[in-house]
C-alpha cells in the first residue's frame, strides 16, 4: 500500500472528474448513507421512505435492488481506469513492462490479504484456526476482476477483449446451466443446489460468508465479474476516443447501457438476475445502470461543467479503498457518541438515528476531507 503525495502523479491525463465523483457516489451509500431513508420513513411515515429503504437491502436470491448495484459499479469504475490509461503491454519500454506486472500480481494479492482483514474487522481478528478463516471477500473479487481485465487489456487486442467478455458470460451460463457434479448444478439456480456450491463447499478454503453454501464472492462468480470490469475498460476507452465530440459520446453511453438493459432483462428470463451466483443477466444489467450512471455523471461534471457539487463525492472516490477499510477497522458509531452524544440525545427520539446517520458521514467525509487538501490519496 502506497500514500500518494502529489495529485499530479495520478495522471492528469487519465484522470477523469466524472469517474471520481461517481466511485464516491458509490461508496457514499455503503457509508452509512444507507440508512438514510429507514431514518426518514421513521421521522416522516411517508411510504415513500419505506419503499426507497426496501432499495438499500440486497435481494434475498433473484432479483435486483439498487443495492446490489453498489459492488459492480464499483469493479466496473475499476475497469474504467484501466481503459482510460492502460496500453497493450508491448507499448512499454522492457524494463516498464517487468515493472507493471509485478506492480499487478502485488495490487492483486494485498486486496486479497485486506479483504480478509476487512472480513474479521468487524469481530475479535483473524481467527487462528485456518478453517474460520474467510478468504473470499469484495476486495479479493475487486482485485481479481481488476487484475484479470488487466491483463486482458495487455495481452489481447481489442478484438480478443470483446470476444473474452462474450465468452466468458456465454460460458457461465453453459456452466451453470448444463454441468451438474454431484447432484449441484444441471440448470439448479438455487441457493443450496447451484453448482456455485459445490466449488464453494469442496475447493474454497476457509469459512463461507455466514456459513451459507454458497458465498456471495465464492469460486466460479469471480469469471463473470470480470467482464463489468472489461465493460468498463471498454466505456474509458470510448471515452478517451471521443472527449473531443461529447454528444457522440453521451449518445453512444447511454445507447449501450440501454442495450445492456435490454439483453440482460431478456436473458433473465431463462438465467435469472442473481447476484450471490452473479449470473450473467446479472453482469449485463448492473453494467447497464453503471453506463447510464457514467453518462449521467460526465455529462453533468465533464460536459456541462456542473462541478461544485462533485467535489462532495471525488472527496471520497480518491480514497475510496481508504474508507471502506476504515467502514470495517474503525468504530465509527462511537467516534459519533463521543463528538455528538450530547446533541443526539437533546434531540427528539425519532430525530435521533437520522442525525446519527448524518453525523457519521460528515465525520468520515472531514477525515476524507483532510487527506485530500493535502493531497495524500492511499493506493494499493
Request: hydrophobic share 55%; proline share 3%; charged share 10%.
Amino acid at each position: 500500500m502506497a500514500v500518494q503525495e502529489k495529485r499530479e502523479t495520478a495522471g492528469k491525463a487519465s484522470r477523469v472528474l466524472s469517474v471520481d465523483a461517481l466511485r464516491g457516489f458509490d461508496m457514499f451509500w455503503i457509508l452509512g448513507a444507507e440508512g438514510l431513508f429507514a431514518a426518514l420513513y421513521l421521522l416522516t411515515g411517508l411510504s415513500v421512505f419505506n419503499e426507497l429503504a426496501k432499495q438499500m437491502l440486497h435481494s434475498p436470491w433473484h432479483g435486483f435492488t439498487a443495492y446490489d448495484l453498489i459492488f459492480p459499479l464499483f469493479i466496473f469504475l475499476s475497469g474504467v481506469s484501466i481503459g482510460l490509461a492502460a496500453r497493450p503491454l508491448a507499448a512499454y519500454p522492457p524494463a516498464q513492462r517487468r515493472q507493471k506486472v509485478t506492480h499487478a500480481f502485488r495490487r492483486l494479492f494485498l486486496l486479497i490479504f485486506l479483504g480478509i482483514v476487512y472480513n474479521h474487522g468487524w469481530n475479535s481478528g483473524i481467527p487462528v484456526t485456518v478453517e474460520e478463516i474467510r478468504f473470499a471477500s469484495v476486495l479479493g473479487r475487486i482485485g481479481i476482476a481488476w487484475f484479470v481485465a488487466l491483463m486482458l487489456v495487455w495481452f489481447l487486442s481489442h478484438r480478443g477483449q470483446y470476444l473474452a467478455a462474450v465468452a466468458l458470460l456465454l460460458g457461465y451460463w453453459l456452466l451453470l446451466s448444463q454441468v451438474s457434479i454431484a447432484g449441484f448444478g444441471g440448470g439448479d439456480y438455487s441457493q443450496s443446489g447451484a453448482l456455485n456450491a459445490w466449488f464453494d463447499q469442496h475447493l474454497l478454503p476457509g469459512s463461507t460468508y455466514r456459513g451459507l453454501a454458497i458465498d456471495p464472492e465464492g469460486i466460479l462468480s469471480n469469471l463473470t465479474s470480470v467482464v463489468n470490469a472489461l465493460i468498463g475498460v471498454f466505456a474509458g476507452r470510448h471515452i478517451k476516443a471521443w472527449r473531443a465530440r461529447a454528444k457522440k459520446l453521451l449518445t453512444h453511453l447511454a445507447l449501450a447501457g440501454g442495450i445492456l438493459l435490454l439483453v440482460g432483462y431478456s436473458w433473465a428470463l431463462v438465467f435469472p438476475v442473481n447476484k450471490t451466483l452473479w449470473t450473467s443477466s446479472f453482469v449485463l444489467v448492473t453494467s447497464g445502470y453503471s453506463l447510464l450512471l457514467l453518462c449521467l455523471f460526465y455529462a453533468l461534471i465533464d460536459v456541462l461543467n456542473r462541478q461544485k457539487w462533485a467535489g462532495f463525492f471525488a472527496v471520497i472516490g480518491v480514497n475510496a479503498l481508504l474508507i471502506y477499510l476504515a467502514s470495517s477497522l474503525v468504530n465509527w458509531h462511537y467516534s459519533v457518541q463521543s463528538l455528538f452524544g450530547g446533541l443526539l440525545k437533546a434531540a427528539p427520539q425519532n430525530w435521533q438515528l437520522l442525525l446519527q446517520i448524518i453525523f457519521m458521514l460528515l465525520l468520515q467525509w472531514l477525515v476524507l476531507l483532510f487527506l485530500y487538501r493535502r493531497n495524500i490519496f492511499v493506493k494499493v
